[in-house]
């Protein structure tokens, strides 16, 4: 957990539910799936790992009921044929697909059948060393994979789980070859559907605005490295013109996660607006989590809470402040500055200047914004 440059009081946070409250019935699902204390430092270790497998699926563009279904996989939530048995519903656990071992979901990612249908579209898969972390494997598969090839795989698990539902429910025969043909054509409509909805994007969207009138718009980014628990901040300010007023990098030590990593940055964006003299502010990020705390005004419960409490007290600096959530490619400068941080010693700030990269793409913002003038 990240420590507080300020004096906050302690608060109990529960990891292993979303509510980050402790009840009786996360304490069980936790049990229920760990067998010794070794397993649960590893599951801690790896909540960051397993939370960006969720964030990956999220943010994937396929309809809901695909990533509600996927999701109940992961939780284990579907009505596999040994969930049936244990709530005493169904008394075969056989396997629907292959009729071979008990059907789990663990079973249902690596049976024959599932594996032939991957294969047949391009996707390989490696059985964990245990059904035990499982999770964290999928985790680890996710982080190997493109966009179109985790719509292509979330896709094919949700087409096996309907056909195997479709042969219990509906009597429906359809050979395995019919079913890749079907996925194949789904992700293809879905990739039409998803180039058709990006022509008609306002550019204004896929561009950094500039603010209005004498606001100084600052955008932040991070740039974080799992291996070393470092992150290096990259900060932007600049005018209603797009010329760069100030901006900065500044590394950050013993960084736990992505999430930590984007508030330290928030945290300096706020600092530079605030030594620079900026009255009013937008500070504006692509980290819609870190933005959503920093507009919701309740007290945070999370594992950022002591630097969720930085930002909220930096808002008596300005006259006005606003945060604001865009794209990645709308925060490109700032990404950019947060990835050439990593080739400096330490902090590093400019006045009305930034390395030539990052001022070279602080200017094409400038020439797109002068078109729509």
């Not at 420590?3 to 539910?17: E, G, K, Q, T, V």
């Not at 799936?33 to 943010?59: G, M, P």
């Not at 109940?72 to 009505?79: A, D, Q, T």
């Not at 059904?131 to 985790?150: G, R, V």
Request: proline share 4%; net charge positive.
């Amino acid at each position: 957990m990240p420590l507080s440059s300020s004096n906050p009081d302690d608060a109990i946070i529960w990891r292993f539910d979303s509510s980050e409250c402790y009840s009786v019935k996360s304490g069980y699902r936790m049990l229920a799936h760990v067998s010794d204390s070794q397993i649960i430092v590893s599951i801690i270790s790896n909540v960051d790992q397993i939370k960006r497998l969720y964030s990956a699926l999220w943010s994937l563009a396929i309809p809901t009921k695909i990533k509600v279904m996927f999701w109940r996989f992961i939780k284990n939530y579907l009505p596999t044929n040994v969930n049936l048995y244990n709530m005493r519903i169904h008394l075969a656990t056989n396997c629907t697909l292959c009729a071979g071992e008990a059907e789990t979901v663990y079973h249902i990612l690596f049976c024959p059948f599932t594996t032939s249908i991957l294969s047949h579209l391009g996707i390989a898969l490696f059985l964990p060393s245990s059904e035990h972390n499982w999770l964290l494997w999928l985790s680890s598969f996710f982080d190997q994979l493109d966009k179109k090839k985790m719509v292509l795989f979330v896709v094919s698990i949700w087409g096996i789980w309907t056909y195997r539902n479709n042969k219990i429910h509906n009597q429906m025969s359809q050979s395995a070859m019919d079913l890749v043909r079907f996925i194949k054509s789904y992700v293809g409509e879905l990739t039409s559907i998803a180039d058709n909805d990006a022509s008609l994007c306002p550019a204004s969207r896929m561009h950094w605005i500039p603010p209005l009138g004498d606001t100084i718009k600052v955008n932040f980014d991070a740039c974080f490295n799992s291996r070393y628990r470092t992150s290096f901040s990259g900060v932007v300010a600049r005018n209603n013109g797009g010329y760069i007023m100030a901006a900065g990098t500044i590394p950050h030590l013993f960084v736990p996660s992505p999430e930590v990593a984007e508030a330290y940055a928030c945290i300096d964006a706020l600092m530079l607006a605030r030594d620079a003299g900026f009255n009013s502010v937008i500070i504006e990020g692509d980290a819609l989590t870190i933005i959503n705390k920093a507009n919701c005004r309740e007290a945070d419960r999370s594992v950022l809470r002591s630097l969720v409490k930085q930002i909220h007290s930096r808002r008596a600096f300005f006259a006005s402040l606003t945060f604001s959530h865009v794209v990645r490619t709308c925060n490109a400068v700032a990404h950019l500055l947060a990835r050439e941080g990593r080739d400096f010693p330490g902090p590093r700030f400019w006045v009305e200047e930034a390395p030539p990269s990052v001022e070279e793409a602080a200017l094409k913002d400038k020439r797109w914004v002068d078109l729509q003038n």
